[in-house]
């Protein structure tokens, strides 16, 4: 019988065990020190965790969300982590109703290197298998929490040339006037990201509608100009 609590603590053993107390305060420095922290460098952490799911193997789908929201509980980031990995080896099987688990985990713990992986790598593959949702982002963008309007922003981060610019363009000029740098550096990367598709439309849309500075920089970071 599968069973949450001890599926996690496993994982979080496995961690503790490997954590190192200098890397620990590198990396709560760099996160502004809002979350604890066992000290695991990117890599070794994905190694641990493939090394786990070989082990353990993953969740059984009826249990998913209960394990993804229990590992949120922790206060340590890696466990954050491994929940959006668990929610990443699952996601072919998202419904619509999937966007809810979602919108609650960038709401959760919210910060950016948590919510631009959940950004680009759920929310953008759920809208994307289910277009209808699209609505969803047109209120996504009318939010009042701001990591709302930033996954908004880069749900199409990867979209390339299926890119819907239309929306894309147009949520950049709604929330071009924001002082959130969060908002204004988010503009100018899916900007940026586009325009590795089609940089004219970006330089024509950069030197047309008024974008802050921060912006425009991101934005035309890598296009001669």
């Not at 394990?67 to 929940?83: G, W």
Request: with cysteine; proline share 2%; hydrophobic share 35%.
């Amino acid at each position: 019988m599968f069973s949450v609590d001890g599926y996690l603590t496993k994982i979080a053993e496995i961690f503790s065990e490997n954590g190192n107390a200098k890397i620990v305060v590198q990396q709560s420095e760099y996160l502004k020190n809002k979350f604890d922290f066992y000290g695991l460098k990117s890599p070794l952490r994905k190694t641990l965790i493939k090394h786990f799911f070989q082990e353990e193997g993953y969740p059984p789908i009826e249990f998913i969300e209960e394990t993804i929201k229990a590992s949120y509980q922790y206060s340590q980031r890696e466990m954050h982590y491994f929940a959006i990995e668990i929610a990443e080896k699952h996601k072919k099987h998202f419904t619509e109703s999937s966007l809810e688990l979602i919108k609650w985990l960038i709401e959760t713990n919210s910060w950016w290197d948590t919510v631009d992986l959940i950004a680009s790598h759920l929310v953008g593959y759920v809208v994307k298998k289910y277009p209808e949702l699209i609505t969803e982002m047109d209120k996504w963008i009318e939010s009042e929490n701001m990591w709302i309007r930033r996954s908004a922003l880069l749900f199409q981060l990867s979209y390339k040339q299926g890119t819907d610019t239309e929306r894309l363009f147009g949520y950049c000029t709604k929330l071009s006037s924001e002082k959130e740098f969060f908002i204004r550096k988010a503009i100018g990367w899916v900007l940026r990201q586009y325009a590795k598709t089609d940089s004219d439309k970006v330089v024509e849309y950069v030197n047309k509608q008024t974008i802050s500075n921060l912006s425009r920089k991101e934005a035309l970071k890598h296009i001669d100009v």
